[in-house]
């Protein structure tokens, strides 16, 4: 009897008995997005529930995911219907936890049942290993072992969405010069070589039949038929049928471990080889990626930032990493996000995906420049505190440099603009001046009252929610006049656009708050009426709208 007739053979009590003491072990499974999507399609969970815990990580995922099956604990067909799901092939497989449970409960008697005394025990089947999925680990690389792929001599570990031999994920974490992927290859921080080990130990030895003398078959046609019939036990009866079953079973298993060890003891070096010279090319493409992009993402402890390539010197100089709030040096972004970490340690604590900095300089990716190097990037400069492309256009240039954020602007992006005279002097851009100067109103107002408020007594707020738009309209999509398009003044009698706000506020032709946002929204309204059969220019209009109207809410308080 498989796990789901044992579930329908019992009552709704035991049933819930059951779920409620597998909960924890469900909602700990490390992906359950499959799960989650197939109780959806069978309308066990609302979508609406599937998204949320979807849309959660870590910790806040499995407290999402519990709470799920806490609501489920309630409605036993719900609950049978979720084993049903539960036991599908592709979910089994999809997760080692949801194995590891269907595993228990195929051993395991269920809450609230007693096994028949005249029953005989079953005997519960070896775990089909052929079939495990095993999460493996080598240096910084994580992936999935495929135990069926690796019996057939393909490439058996799923790692970023390609699959690699066991020497290729050996290369890919760093550990390839090793050669010893049995040893460096680890599931749960056992070694992989250990584990096949262990379970070629535990898999049934084949029970042989001693050959019969001629001695014993005389003795044996001697005896008494009433002897020969009293030395048989029903264990006897059955111990071959068993052995034959597992022996069967277990032999390619058995096969495919002497494998393994003969691969590492150099019978099939011509094979790891070539597996990992397929590594170094993958290797090698990725280092070529890494030539050619200007920017990497960098992460220490839980610190991330932006490396730009063109502003790296070394440890102390160049400020070339980009943090949401200033640049640093790789030794100040080593402190933000390791405090304790030591100073010489930084090209290794440092990291970009799986690649350390230090690895990056040796392979040139990073160019590291001499203490005595005299280089504008070397040298100290008030500019290497700011951007070098303008936040509105992202262009560069002649930039204005803010002395409280590390933003740019060119004169004419910014919002007022601002005289070409002040290059090089000290200036604050409208966006640290608004966080500066204006803090929200004290008191909570409607939005009624904010829109007859007149645009004189607010015009800080309303130039910093119209930079806010020129920034955030990255592709400057509602920022130049759309009459151009093929029958916009056909289907759209008032234009209205980002620029001519822009000259509207800056001439004052704004006489309350309510006129000014009334031309926003009228932008977001002409996009929705002109683009009905573009999804793509709606979902940016929805998109910006959508951040206008929080930030309008934050900056007056209503």
């Known amino acids: 009897m498989d796990s789901l007739e044992h579930l329908r053979s019992l009552t ?3 049933q819930q008995c059951l779920f409620r003491s597998k909960k924890t072990e469900i909602a700990a499974i490390s992906n359950p997005f499959l799960l989650l999507s197939d109780l959806k399609d069978n309308n066990v969970i609302p979508e609406k529930k599937c998204k949320e815990v979807q849309s959660l990580s870590g910790k806040e995922q499995v407290k999402g995911l519990y709470t799920l099956l806490s609501c489920l604990e309630k409605s036993p067909v719900k609950i049978l219907l979720f084993w049903k799901t539960l036991l599908k092939d592709h979910i089994r497989k999809s997760s080692p936890e949801l194995q590891a449970l ?10 609230g049942t007693r096994r028949n005394s005249t029953q005989a025990p079953q005997v ?19 992936g999935q072992l495929h135990m069926s792929k690796l019996m057939k001599g393909e490439d058996c570990i799923l790692t970023e ?8 994920f050996e290369v890919l974490g760093g550990k390839g010069k090793a050669k010893k992927w049995r040893s460096s290859i680890q599931v749960k921080n056992i070694p992989l070589g250990q584990l096949f080990q262990e379970l070629t130990e535990q898999s049934p030895k084949p029970t042989h039949s001693k050959r019969r003398t001629s001695h014993s078959h005389s003795q044996r046609a001697a005896s008494p038929p009433a002897k020969r019939r009293a030395t048989k036990s029903p264990a006897d009866k059955g111990s071959p049928q068993t052995s034959s079953a597992s022996e069967c079973e277990m032999k390619p298993v058995c096969q495919s471990m002497k494998q393994w060890s003969s691969r590492e003891e150099g019978e099939a070096e011509g094979d790891v080889e070539s597996s990992e010279e397929s590594a170094a090319d993958e290797e090698g493409a990725e280092r070529k990626a890494l030539q050619t992009c200007k920017i990497l993402l960098v992460k220490c402890g839980c610190v991330e930032g932006k490396l730009y390539k063109s502003r790296f010197a070394n440890e102390i100089r160049g400020k070339c990493i980009r943090t949401p709030q200033r640049w640093c040096t790789p030794l100040d972004f080593l402190r933000e996000g390791r405090l304790r970490a030591d100073d010489q340690s930084w090209g290794h604590c440092i990291v970009h995906g799986h690649w350390t900095l230090n690895r990056l300089i040796r392979m040139r990716v990073l160019e590291m420049h001499s203490e005595d190097c005299m280089c504008f990037i070397c040298i100290p400069s008030s500019h290497m505190n700011n951007d070098d ?7 560069g240039g002649e930039l204005l440099h803010c002395d409280m954020c590390p933003h740019s602007f060119h004169t004419d992006c910014h919002i007022p603009p601002v005289s070409k005279e002040r290059l090089g002097a000290r200036w604050i851009c409208t966006l640290c001046e608004h966080s500066k100067i204006q803090r929200p109103l004290h008191v909570t107002h409607h939005t009624s009252e904010v829109l007859l408020c007149r645009t004189k007594e607010h015009l800080l707020r309303c130039q910093y929610l119209l930079l806010r738009l020129y920034c955030e309209d990255k592709n400057n999509t509602f920022i130049n006049n759309p009459r151009h398009l093929e029958r916009y003044c056909s289907v759209i009698s008032r234009p209205m656009w980002l620029a001519q706000m822009r000259e509207n506020l800056l001439r004052n032709r704004y006489q309350t708050v309510g006129q000014f946002v009334g031309d926003v929204r009228l932008i977001f309204k002409n996009c929705t009426k002109y683009n009905k059969s573009d999804k793509r220019f709606l979902a940016l209009g929805k998109q910006l709208k959508e951040f206008f109207e929080k930030e309008f809410s934050s900056v007056f308080g209503t």
């Open 161 to 168: 969405t390609r699959w690699v031999s066991c020497s290729g």
């Open 389 to 395: 492309e303008c936040l509105p256009c992202g262009q």
């Open 124 to 142: 519960p089947k070896p775990p089909p290993i052929t079939e495990l999925v095993m999460l493996v680990t080598c240096g910084s690389r994580e």
């Open 102 to 111: 269907q595993l228990c409960l195929e051993k395991s008697e269920f809450p």
């Open 12 to 14: 709704e009590e035991q």
